[in-house]
């Protein structure tokens, strides 16, 4: 029940979907290929890049270019550990308690 409830309220905070979900889990702490998601969680290319992107967007993921000798180039993807995830949590929190404090004193002249 608690693992409901946390990755609800992830999906509710940064507006992940499972497939988000997914590869934090599966790849906290790792660097990894978009190719080698894709072959490991079974979706499509664009819908892992399309994840990757989010996360990166949330602060759970970096991205380094890696250049090829021969010409052309490749990402990296470093997914954040749980304890990124837990202060990035914990800003969101932060951010909620002082916007419902502000809506509690805006209710007098509102209403």
């Not at 946390?6 to 190719?35: H, P, R």
């Not at 894709?38 to 949330?58: F, P, Q």
């Amino acid at each position: 029940m608690k693992t409901d409830n946390c990755q609800n309220i992830l999906k509710y905070f940064l507006n992940l979907s499972d497939t988000d979900l997914l590869i934090l889990k599966k790849y906290k702490g790792m660097d990894v290929k978009a190719e080698r998601i894709t072959e490991d969680v079974g979706k499509d290319r664009s819908t892992i890049c399309r994840s990757l992107s989010k996360i990166m967007d949330c602060g759970m993921a970096t991205k380094t270019k890696i250049n090829i000798e021969k010409g052309g180039y490749y990402y990296i993807y470093h997914i954040q550990d749980k304890d990124v995830l837990k202060d990035i949590m914990k800003k969101c929190s932060n951010k909620l308690v002082k916007k419902m404090e502000k809506a509690i004193k805006e209710i007098d002249s509102e209403f």
